[in-house]
């Protein structure tokens, strides 16, 4: 039996703690901060950001293993600072180190490292604010729409898609001159359009051997037909239909197996998740970006589909056997919807009673933007405030059970994309 301290706060949070509860090799399981969805399965501490704070928390609990949820942690260098302390050595942390946690906190970095390793992905260069006439120059080379990311972390926010080139310098001042995303964007990647489908991989790896989880697809855009602006998320499903076999097998060989030995090159000790946020162009798969840590909203609809033990996989992964892990996927198809507040993602109000969250069966709610604001009374506490999860047999049954829920849960200004799914359900007619 193992002591679990699992770190983060949101949906994603909520639903790696339901799986990490149902093992059997869970004793204690402590989330920091947590929320209030999470206090039937675990108990909410708040330990900030300190790291010598935690880690004196994990020495005085007894912690096993760490689970990294975010990703600013881990590009921070947590793991290191565990390493690094002969305390909390033996203490088995699910989460690269700062030097791999560079491929989610570096666009750069990432887009170098793919082009070294040949791993599929669209042209690019970087610029900085010194270089804008060099970068106005670059941007005449490609055919719109014309797509801008921050090198840094900037929230899931760092990404735009620019129709014209007038609008693509526009926002090429404001990302380098103007700080738009604060230091994430004082460096700029400029990158070539891909024209496909979206689709979200998920590896679990020991840095020797891996393991590939459910895939998702996730749904980014505030308003139905993805339009609007960019979300954390409204909203994703698994498994996803155009990741058949043949199209999986070439994820494998030109993208997941070059990634693991271009990190094992570079020298690169890595142990968690390896998200990779994938482009399907005419069945060729082309990455678009990586992540360190698993998707959120699309852990919502991945984890309840795994139906082996995700801490046998932990503790496998600490002793470098994670080649002895069998994964088991439960064949059912898993939907998530995401009520968020109204004027999300710009200007919200917060405190919003919520309420027929008692109501809802067949489904799964995961808390993501709550708090209690007394015994019997939950608040809105965030721009995304809950998942609503279901599975079924097949994509409308799920969606069904997901929609009918949400009629029976209520806060002023509930928003949510009834669009869910529908472009893959269009894709299997």
Not at 78 to 97: L, M, Q
Not at 245 to 264: C, D, R, S, Y
């Amino acid at each position: 039996m193992m002591n679990i301290l699992l770190l983060g706060s949101g949906a994603r949070e909520h639903a790696i703690a339901r799986k990490i509860r149902e093992s059997k090799l869970t004793d204690r399981l402590f989330v920091s901060p947590g929320n209030v969805g999470m206090i039937d399965s675990a108990c909410c501490v708040d330990l900030g950001g300190d790291f010598e704070k935690i880690k004196r928390f994990a020495i005085e609990n007894d912690i096993d293993i760490m689970v990294v949820g975010n990703e600013q942690p881990l590009v921070d260098g947590i793991a290191d600072a565990f390493d690094s302390d002969e305390k909390t050595r033996h203490i088995n942390v699910i989460g690269p180190k700062r030097k791999g946690a560079m491929l989610e906190g570096s666009k750069d970095f990432a887009k170098w490292f793919m082009t070294k390793y040949g791993i599929p992905t669209a042209r690019y260069e970087s610029f900085t604010v010194e270089r804008m006439e060099e970068a106005k120059v670059y941007l005449t080379t490609l055919n719109p729409p014309y797509v801008l990311k921050a090198d840094g972390l900037a929230a899931g926010k760092g990404v735009i898609i620019c129709q014209t080139l007038q609008e693509a310098e526009k926002e090429l001042d404001a990302m380098l001159k103007q700080s738009k995303f604060g230091n994430a964007s004082s460096k700029v990647v400029i990158e070539q359009f891909l024209e496909g489908i979206e689709c979200s991989v998920f590896v679990l790896t020991d840095g020797q051997s891996y393991c590939i989880l459910p895939e998702a697809k996730d749904y980014k855009r505030i308003g139905e037909h993805d339009t609007g602006l960019n979300t954390g998320g409204m909203g994703s499903v698994s498994p996803v239909v155009f990741a058949d076999k043949a199209f999986m097998e070439k994820v494998e060989e030109k993208i997941i197996k070059p990634t693991i030995n271009g990190l094992k090159n570079e020298q690169i000790e890595y142990k968690g998740f390896i998200f990779i946020g994938l482009m399907n162009v005419k069945g060729e798969p082309y990455v678009i970006e990586y992540n360190v840590r698993m998707g959120d909203p699309e852990t919502e609809s991945v984890f309840p589909r795994i139906d082996s033990d995700i801490v046998e996989a932990f503790d496998l992964m600490g002793r470098n056997r994670l080649c002895d892990y069998t994964l088991k996927v439960n064949p059912s198809v898993c939907t998530t919807v995401m009520l968020v507040s109204k004027g999300y993602p710009e200007h919200y109000k917060k405190g919003k009673r919520i309420t027929g969250l008692d109501k809802c069966t067949e489904c799964t709610v995961f808390h993501a933007g709550t708090k209690a604001e007394s015994e019997n009374v939950t608040v809105t506490n965030g721009g995304r405030v809950l998942a609503v999860t279901a599975l079924g047999t097949n994509m409308e049954e799920a969606l069904a059970k997901c929609y009918s829920n949400i009629e029976k849960i209520d806060f002023e200004g509930k928003t949510f994309r009834r669009d869910i799914g529908k472009d893959l359900i269009e894709l299997e007619k």
